[in-house]
């Protein structure tokens, strides 16, 4: 080897020491930073299980999270009977096959009416890590989350007792229910509501960022790792960080308004406080924002620069953003869409 060839070959590998020297450091700055892994095998089961527990889910019973109680869970999540009128499941607004969500601005209910404050859908995916649920944060847990749009009018405007009614009414699902929670369970609008939450919480999509902050440096590729540290250093991580990069309540419009405000009237909590959605799949969940105004999530960066943290974030800089957005991309779980159980003669008939 010549000594030019020599000198070439001594700058790459110093350059190759250098980058992998970088590289862990990001994935220390990344933590510091307060963003966290999903959890995997045994400690992702303890932690689903410990959220039911906490959650109060299936109350009187054993949440085991067991194979009966996810099956069922996602019978019921698929089942359109829920609703009045018998066309709308909860994976009509939150699309297992469209990154858990309805790829609408405002989410579309009963007698195709929109949501009265022109509310987008979040997405469902990996929804078990939000401290709280709903844009207003009114529920805590994925089982009252579930309540909510089953009962509101403009959704599935179903009536508990009517649920319950339905569901009791078809003899396969009471059997099920049985097999899952005993023979003794009593079959009420909670429990409902509580086992479609327990298939919820198995929809947990890790992907390369995942493994990227557990110590694998090569996860990312350079423009990706390029794009999370200018991401930490804006100060994103401020509201998106955790294990969900968001879920947790915090102010909007910090800086200055947000252009759209105005788009259904949504005020957020009474503090004015409003959920930060979260960032795994976000480059399959458009349109953004709480009201769904934004389809590029390159301008939806540069309005959450100005709007929350009174910067300006370039084009350059967004685009940059966007291309580590793309390592949020996760490994969804394989869901094979059920069958489900007949109707009687005593099931409730649809209204409209």
Known sequence: MNKLALLGSIAAFCAISAWGATNQELIQKAKAAGLEPIPTGNAL????????????????????????????????????????????????CHNLALGGVDVVPTAIGAKWQPNTQHLNSPTVYNSVFNMTQFWDGRAHNL????????????????????????????????????????????????????????????????????????????????QEQEGLDIFIDKGCIACHTGINLGGSMQPFGVVKPYQFASIGNFKGDANGLVKVPTLRNIAETMPYFHNGQYWDVKDAIKEMGAIQLGINISNEEAKKIETFFQSLT????????????????????PTF
């Not at 949440?63 to 018998?86: C, W």
């Not at 699902?173 to 198995?202: P, S």
């Not at 996760?330 to 008939?349: A, F, M, N, Q, S």
């Open 45 to 92: 089961t303890a932690y689903q299980l410990k959220k039911a527990k906490e959650s109060d889910l299936a109350t009187g019973y054993n949440p085991k999270m067991t194979k009966a109680q996810i099956e069922l869970g996602k019978k019921l999540y698929f089942d359109p009977r829920i609703s009045s009128s018998n066309l709308i499941s909860c994976n009509t």
């Open 143 to 222: 089982g009252d989350q579930a309540q909510g749009p089953i009962q509101n009018p403009v959704e599935m405007a179903a009536p508990p007792t009517l649920v319950v009614e339905k569901i009791t009414s078809i003899p396969a699902y009471v059997d099920e229910f049985k097999k899952a929670y005993g023979n003794k369970v009593k079959i009420d609008f909670k429990l409902i509501a509580d086992t479609i939450a327990m298939f919820e919480e198995t929809l947990v999509t890790p992907s390369r960022y995942d493994d990227f902050l557990r110590g694998n440096p090569k996860a990312l590729s350079k």
């Open 330 to 349: 996760g490994t969804k779980p394989t869901i094979i869409y059920p069958v489900l159980p007949p109707v009687t003669d005593k099931t409730p008939k």
